[in-house]
């Protein structure tokens, strides 16, 4: 956890102020915790990673705050790390998506604190906005604590030195209210349940004049149409937004929307998550369209 991040968390919801207590690598900090004044709350710091997801309580969380400078430990999630980043770099080599492409390039030349939600294995925005700009101070989140470790593995191999890593809940997002540049998420809003109040949690962190950047997709009406509507209502309970395409909720929030489009319609392969695989068991193919947003704080 680079210098730039490490004033900026907080308890997730309550936002009370949090301390580091532990050893430093470098300026960086490497195992110890994150702490209230008053010593209530506290969270671990493993390899520089504050985890903020409640672990369960069983033999996994043990050995996972135990190992996590293992490599052995990540094994599986890096040969998936390994996979997309290459898969990222065709996408410039190819120019496939362009208009993709030109946000990463955007967003890297800024050279702002740049949050990267739910990275995933895939890894965002994040692999693109390091070939642009092999400096740029992003912090990669997940919810899962092992998706933030493995990464930090895989790029500390690359000797890619200013990317910070943090487990928590973007519907929780334990950083301080207006201290971010730029948030960025890239096939994430969509997979986020009650992604709203991630929105939200985005909208309170940002500062003024901060930028949040999305590449993510929107489900076609239609589709729903061919589905018993229980589906449906279990579908709108986590992501209604997902229907009706962040747009309007990203103005109700307060966001000015600089840039909306949206690319050519496609489908949803049952094995992308549970929703489409669901759908797939009523015969029914999820379609959707990407859609590139680029929404600012005033
Ligand atoms: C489809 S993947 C994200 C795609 C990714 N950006 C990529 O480039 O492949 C969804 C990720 O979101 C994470 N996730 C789901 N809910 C989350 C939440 N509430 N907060 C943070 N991460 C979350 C999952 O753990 C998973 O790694």
């Known amino acids: ?13 309550l936002h009370y102020e949090l301390k580091y207590r532990g050893n430093f690598l470098n300026d960086a900090w490497w195992n110890g915790e994150l ?11 493993r390899c520089g990673i504050p985890i903020f997801t409640s672990l369960p309580f069983n033999e996994n969380s043990i050995k996972l705050l135990e190992k996590f400078d293992s ?6 999630q890096l040969k998936w790390i390994e996979i997309n980043w290459k898969d990222a770099y065709q996408i410039i080599i190819k120019k496939e998506i362009s208009l993709y492409v030109q946000m990463a390039k955007e967003v890297a030349k800024r050279n702002k604190l740049i949050l990267d939600i739910a990275s995933g294995l895939g890894g965002g925005f994040t692999p693109l906005i390091l070939y642009f700009n092999k400096e740029a101070k992003i912090l990669m989140n997940d919810i899962e604590p092992t998706v933030v470790g493995a990464w930090r593995i895989f790029l500390h191999e690359k000797n890619i030195k200013n990317t910070s890593f943090a487990a928590f809940d973007a519907t929780r997002i334990p950083i301080k209210t207006n201290s971010v540049d730029i948030v960025v998420s890239s096939g994430d809003f969509g997979n986020i349940p009650m992604n709203y109040i991630a929105f939200h ?3 309170r962190i940002l500062r003024s004049k901060g930028y949040l950047f999305i590449a993510d997709g ?3 009406l239609e589709s729903f149409k061919h589905l018993p509507s229980l589906i449906e209502i279990i579908h709108d309970i986590s992501f209604a937004l997902n229907k009706i395409g962040y747009r309007e909720f990203l103005e109700k929030l307060g966001f000015e929307i600089e840039l909306f489009e949206t690319t ?5 392969s049952p094995d992308e998550g549970e929703f489409p695989r669901l759908a797939w068991k009523y015969k029914v193919k999820i379609k959707y369209c990407g ?8």
């Not at 702490?35 to 209530?40: L, M």
């Not at 859609?291 to 005033?298: D, E, L, M, Q």
Request: no cysteine; charged share 25%; glycine share 2%.
């Open 218 to 220: 929107i489900t076609y």
């Open 1 to 13: 956890m680079i210098r730039d991040w490490q004033n900026k968390f907080v308890v997730p919801v």
């Open 264 to 268: 050519k319609e496609s489908t949803l």
């Open 71 to 76: 490599r052995g430990f990540f094994a599986n």
């Open 291 to 298: 859609v590139y947003i680029i929404a600012r704080k005033p």
């Open 201 to 203: 949690e985005v909208y």
């Open 35 to 45: 702490v209230t004044e008053d010593s209530i709350f506290r969270f671990p710091v």
